[in-house]
């Protein structure tokens, strides 16, 4: 009974599941939906069950991957991507949908053809990329007449295209890249006029390009025959003229490269070719081509003229690398703004890089190794720049640290083998080793960022100890002082009246009214030595000082600062300095004079004006100072325009025009850069970081005393960088009261000289920096129409109303977070507080400005 039963159930079973399979099968036989079933059924698949790719109960047009007319009757399509279909296409499945026009069955497994797959007479299209065909392709492609789309890239096809592609006669897109053919490109292609498109790249094509193939394509647009074993010429492509992209990149063309350029090509690459001839003489209309590259041939004579490169208002992607090219300066490229990628390895440049690459505001890659190229590293668009390779040149120079904080964003970059110097600690060992190769590194122990921040986390003890002591001295200082105070305050009185009298001579040579002893001095001048720290050799005297600055002449006066008058000059015709005269105060004696200037040469930092070298002659003693090509910040904050010549004004030079120099780059950009938080931010934080080194970085700490708008300069780099550190000392006692206590508006109200009355000075510059506006003289509005008498209790007054927005210069409002802004002049608020106690360090300093630093 109970195997009755079981039995009956098991037959009853059988019975159900094969009248529904056959129900499956036979209610829909040789119908489309039953050919497209099988093939998914049969063709195996990653997913378990290959019924959800297709829904026997639901009309065959409403599945996923199949495509109906418009009348939803007749299958079309077959669109099947990415299924894991694996194995050859079986018979009596997709090779019998009559009406099918597009099939894509690309990203699968798929390896060989049905033998009925070539009666698929009505495909228009068809996508085999991407599979895993190693065979011949059959004869029988040329049955597909009405074919216009044939995809079969990234296969491992072999031997050769059938002839019979010449039935292929509406085909518009051909693709058979990354396959094995390698056969010679059949004469039969040549029949498929339609051809808008053609790629056999990546193949073993080889042998010369079928008879008529230049003339035979009159549509064709885009052809890419790279990384096959073609030979030919370049007067080949020379007749089509439809052609907008042509890639015969990695092959064995011949033959002079100007023949190519006709049409309106957008696209082209000729990399890796034996092309040769001179590309200068290419006569083209430039203003189509978006990509060029024509790297490794054998391409010699010049660049293009400047007319061509003018013209070229599209270009993108220039590379001319490795080549024969003669010796020739920099490339013309100030006109082309599009440029992304500029590859100008091994082409046989000499001179100066242009500086006009700062100008090149979309420049991603930069490649100019292995060249001669000479001079210091120009300004870089660093707002783009991912890729950056200088080795194997001999440029000179420090790399700015500027340039070194940005690598940090770069994909890629590489100085080795040059002449260079740099110092920056945060690089790794493994950076220097790999992209500095042959460089110095030039940081004195001191001058070392890191080196501080690191001795100072791992001996915290000692920190403490340190700070405890500096309290002490401090306080100590401060009692002597307050001791004094009286005193000196009457000392200084009668100095100024002293002083005042004395002021009545411009400089501190009275050349005109005493010529007598002027050509005295003359006669003594060729023996008193110029000392340059860095170039002992260098045998200047003070005649050479004369002579670049024709005798002290009133010409070349850049400003007459605190300590003295500076003057501009040229150094032996190739050093470019300012000369900075002490008014003579002090009671040194010329050792100890010398001995200063000696320790002050030692005194480095990227954002101090280096000390260069020094002369001694007679009474009085020289500061000789890098020259910095960009100005300061006070006329470069209230003397917009630049080029108005004022006192102070160290960029406002003719000598330029007498130079034949050309890697100045004078106020590049630097009047625009001064409109954004973002520069004006970097300024006050470059300050801050020069006064912090001075104040804590340097034993004993060197009080500047003179901390204002005016005593900061912008490098060659646009790099803020703090002059006249440390030349009290030598610049004596002897003073006029507003010198000893720091200029008008940027002095501390206690009149104490100590690192705090420093923190003052600087919360003066970031006010200005941050306002606009002059520390006194300027117009400070209120909301109630009164007035405020100087720009720190104007914006003291508004900070503590919490209205300090209110006082941002509205030139830079726009340009970054006006709640950063605002935090700066709480910080300038805190650095010119009444009490010096309650000022933050210039260590706090550089902390709060980074934690406000625009990203
Ligand atoms: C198949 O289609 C029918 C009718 O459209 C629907 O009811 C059913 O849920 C579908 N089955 C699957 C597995 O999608
Ligand atoms: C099949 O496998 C491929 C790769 O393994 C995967 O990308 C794809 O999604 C899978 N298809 C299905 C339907 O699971
Ligand atoms: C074929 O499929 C690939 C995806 O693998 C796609 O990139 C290509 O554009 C398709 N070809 C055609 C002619 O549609
Ligand atoms: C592709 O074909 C080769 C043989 O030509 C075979 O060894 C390989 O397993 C195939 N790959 C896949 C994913 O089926
Ligand atoms: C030229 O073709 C090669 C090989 O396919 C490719 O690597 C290269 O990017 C192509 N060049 C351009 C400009 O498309
Ligand atoms: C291109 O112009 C620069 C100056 O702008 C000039 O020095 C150079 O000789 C010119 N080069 C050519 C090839 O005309
Ligand atoms: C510059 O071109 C050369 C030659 O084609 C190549 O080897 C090098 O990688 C290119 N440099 C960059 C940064 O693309
Ligand atoms: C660099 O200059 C030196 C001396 O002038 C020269 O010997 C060397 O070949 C130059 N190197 C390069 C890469 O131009
Ligand atoms: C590197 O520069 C120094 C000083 O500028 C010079 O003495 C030296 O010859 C240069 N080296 C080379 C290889 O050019
Ligand atoms: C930089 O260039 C040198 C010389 O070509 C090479 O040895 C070094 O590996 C390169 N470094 C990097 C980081 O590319």
Redesign the pocket.
Known sequence: MGFAVLASIVILTLFLKSTYGQQQDQSIPNSDEYFISQFFEKMSTNSTKSTHLYNLSSPVCSWQFVFCDANQQTVIGLIAPNLGL?GPIPDTTIGKLKTLQFLDLNTN?I?DFSSDFWSLTSLKSLNLSNN?F?INLPTNIGNFGSLEKLDLSVNNFVGNIPESFTSLTGLQNLNLNRNRFDSVIPLGITSCHSLTSIDLSVNNFHGSLPQGFDTAFPKLKSLNLAANLITGKGSEFSKMVSLNYLNVSKNLFKGSVVEIFNGPLEIVDLSSNCFEGHISQVAFDWSHLIHLDLSDNEISGMFFSNFTLSQALNLKHLNLAKNRFFKQSFIQISELYSLEYLNLSETNMIGHIGNQISELTHLKTLDLSNNHLVGKIPLLPFKTLQNLDLSNNNLTGDIPFSLLQKLQWMERFNFSYNNLSFCDSELSVETVRSAFIGSTNSCPIAANPTFFKKKMHKQRGLKVALGLATTLIILLVGLLLFAFGCRKKTRMWDVKKSCNEENVISGPFSFKTDSTTWVADVKVASLVPVVIFEKPLLNFTFSDLLSATSNFDQGTLLAEGRFGPVYRGVLGGTVHVAIKVLVHGSTMTDDEAAAEFMHLGRIKHPNLVPLMGYCLAGEQRIAIYDYMENGNLHNLLYDLPLGVHVNEDWSTDTWEDQETNDNDIQNVGSEALLMTWRFRHKIGLGTARALAFLHHGCSPPIIHRDVKASSVYLDYYLEPRLSDFGLSKIFGNRVCDDMALGSPGYASPDGAITTKSDVYGFGMVLLELITGKKPVGDEYPNEDNSKAQDLVSWVRGLVRVNRGSRAIDPKIRATGDEGQMVEGLKIGYLCTADLSSKRPSMQQVVGLLKDIEPV
Do not use: K
């Open positions: 694996t497994q390896n895993n190693s």
